[in-house]
């Protein structure tokens, strides 16, 4: 694997302050999650790198304020304006607080969008979508959910998926980003019930409960009847589904972001393995992330880059 000083240099990143705002977002992202983060480093061209560590951490930072509540809304508010700010040369660097963790992400950020302009237009849609991250407390059906993805895990997954786009055929692209992040998402709701109901929302639409003889004020009760184990199976089954249709995004990427897109496809597999396993246990907590499953994983498809012809 490419050292970090040495990836930083193989993207052309040559000014102090700029490497410190790129280290500093691949620490975050290494903190969210460090399987995404090895993949990141390990699979991907060097010279894209800090630029989908930039685009990943800007996604995590905002998600983390939509998640403080009330609060979080009006902290979104003055991060929308500073990130416009940043993005059109108007602000950031200016800020007294140019050290500040989110003033490094925006000078890593706004530098991307330089690099990669294509980007910009992602960011901007992305800022619009976020606040229905922050306002979503359950869903009756799945048609709210189906517009939820819409509304938000799309335009969120798009910050790192576009910069993996193919040259031509964006419209196919977008339609199978869609199909995983569905998949994604649906996942993501399943592997977190226990903590949604704690506070106060669930993101398994209530028609499916039904089906199970479950109803979500009984769940935020503690209550355990009817099916919840046929719901998890129920859950995983959709998103097994998903996930392999999903499986198209590898041909459509060019040849060297393939490793990643099928480890990243590959991964929510062994996520939702492990969920499936713990069945009603997830009413108490997420299953265990499988580290071995992910290491090795990460493994293969880094063994397939250094196996890929130069040039390729």
């Known amino acids: ?54 685009a990943t951490a800007f996604m995590h930072h905002t998600d983390n304020l939509l998640d403080r509540g009330p609060d979080g809304r009006a902290a979104f508010t003055a991060w929308e304006r500073r990130v416009r700010e940043a993005l059109t040369g108007d602000g950031g660097d200016s800020d007294s607080d140019s ?8 000078r890593a950020l706004a530098h991307t969008v330089s690099r990669r302009p294509v980007l910009g237009d992602v960011v901007a849609e992305y800022l619009v979508a976020a606040p229905a991250d922050a306002g979503w407390r359950g869903f009756a059906t799945e048609a709210d959910f189906q517009a939820y993805v819409d509304a938000y895990s799309l335009p969120a997954f798009l910050l790192v998926a576009r910069l993996l786009a193919p040259p031509t055929g964006y419209a196919g692209y977008r339609a199978a980003c869609r199909t995983f992040v569905e998949a994604a998402q649906r ?64 041909d459509l990427v060019p040849r060297p972001h393939r490793p990643m897109t099928r480890a990243l496809v590959d991964l929510q597999g062994h996520r939702l393995r492990a969920a499936e396993r713990s069945g009603a246990a997830l ?30």
Do not use: N
């Open 1 to 54: 694997m490419t050292t970090w000083r040495h990836t930083l240099d193989r993207a052309g990143i040559a000014d102090p302050a700029l490497r410190d705002a790129y280290t500093a977002q691949r620490r975050l992202v290494a903190r969210f999650d460090r399987a995404a983060s090895a993949g990141i480093r390990l699979l991907l061209p060097a010279d894209l790198v800090p630029d989908v560590v930039a």
């Open 99 to 106: 050290g500040s963790d989110g003033e490094l992400l925006l």
């Open 187 to 250: 996942l993501d709701f399943l592997e977190d019930v226990a903590e949604d109901l704690r506070a106060g929302r669930l993101g398994i639409p209530e028609d499916a409960l039904a089906r199970h003889g479950l109803t979500r004020a009984a769940l935020e009760r503690g209550e355990r009847a009817g099916d919840f184990a046929g719901l998890v199976h129920e859950v995983a089954a959709a998103t097994r589904r998903g996930l392999a249709d999903a499986r198209r995004l590898i």
């Open 283 to 312: 009413l108490e907590g997420p299953a265990r992330r499988p580290v071995a499953s992910a290491l090795g994983t990460l493994a293969g498809a880094y063994a397939s880059t250094l196996r890929r012809p130069a040039g390729r």
